[in-house]
């Protein structure tokens, strides 16, 4: 089968200069549930990468670990050669400055405005004081501009966040992480309450867009066919560790039993009509 087994190993001294480089990464919650084991995952490029697994693999503790909204128990991961585990509190506030996370809840303030919410992605480059009386640079101003146009929401700058529908929150949140400017983007579970026109109006929307801006993508995700039609990559997770490293192509009705267990994986899902909707090519 074509997985791919993680083996734990010492950290490497001088790490190579990847973009994204996960080494021997644990987690142990207290009362001992082990969430992962010993993994390893390298990135040398910008390429959209899809995290799936069953429910309690370990997905969404991985996209955590990697920017410690959840801290690790042990391993190493370097951003840039960088080991984001041994920073100081201050050290990884500006680290996370260089991660943009999009949330599965979208995460939004629900009585700011759009634009007031995309623009709070730049809050740890402006300062707390400057954002609260709404003092942003004119080229953040115009780069929030830019970014509502090309995530399909021109116009809906003064719309407050809780009048919109699903799927424009989550093309806000979008927006909202991009605004940072980011080295890397964590997506966690984009598309779990979005029905399946709009999921892959979204998941199409986080690829150009990572791939725009040569900006690697790493997506926790559980819908295996979106996996398949917007990755470049695919990692599969079990009990913590990694059982698959490979291409979309290769997620065969084999891997897939060996992954998730017995199921008839050759059943055809009925086509949706993707057609997207105007900006979000």
């Not at 920017?67 to 984001?84: F, I, K, M, T």
């Not at 995309?118 to 970014?147: D, H």
């Not at 801006?213 to 979106?226: F, S, T």
Request: aromatic share 4%; hydrophobic share 45%; charged share 25%.
């Amino acid at each position: 089968m074509p997985g791919v087994e993680s083996k734990a190993h010492a950290p490497r001294s001088d790490p190579a200069p990847a973009l994204l480089a996960i080494e021997g990464l644990e987690k142990v919650y207290p009362g001992g549930q082990r969430a992962l084991a010993a993994v390893d995952i390298v990135i040398e490029r910008a390429q959209v990468v899809a995290v799936i697994g069953s429910s309690g693999a370990g997905k969404s503790t991985l996209i955590r670990c990697i920017n410690r909204l959840v801290e690790p128990s042990a391993g190493r991961v370097y951003l840039r050669g960088v080991d984001v585990v041994a920073l100081g509190r201050r050290e990884l506030r500006r680290m996370r400055r260089r991660i943009g996370m999009i949330f599965q809840e979208f995460n939004l303030v629900e009585r700011l405005t759009v634009m007031e919410n995309v623009l709070s992605g730049r809050l740890g480059s402006v300062g707390f004081f400057a954002a609260a009386a709404r003092r942003y640079p004119p080229q953040a101003i115009a780069s929030a501009f830019e970014l509502l146009d090309r995530v399909g929401l021109a116009g809906y700058q003064n719309t407050r966040a809780d009048a919109l529908s699903g799927g424009q929150r989550q093309r806000v949140g979008i927006a909202r992480a991009l605004m940072q400017q980011p080295e890397l983007l964590l997506v966690d579970e984009p598309t779990a309450s979005l029905d399946p026109k709009t999921a892959r109006q979204i998941m199409r929307l986080i690829r150009s867009l990572a791939l725009e801006r040569q900006c690697p993508a790493l997506v926790n995700i559980h819908d295996v066919a979106l996996a398949q039609d917007f990755s470049d990559r695919v990692i599969a997770l079990k009990a913590g560790r990694v059982v698959f490293d490979g291409t979309p192509q290769a997620l065969t009705p084999e891997v897939l039993t060996e992954i998730y267990g017995e199921e008839d994986w050759n059943r055809t899902i009925r086509p949706v009509d993707d057609d997207a909707d105007e900006g979000t090519q």
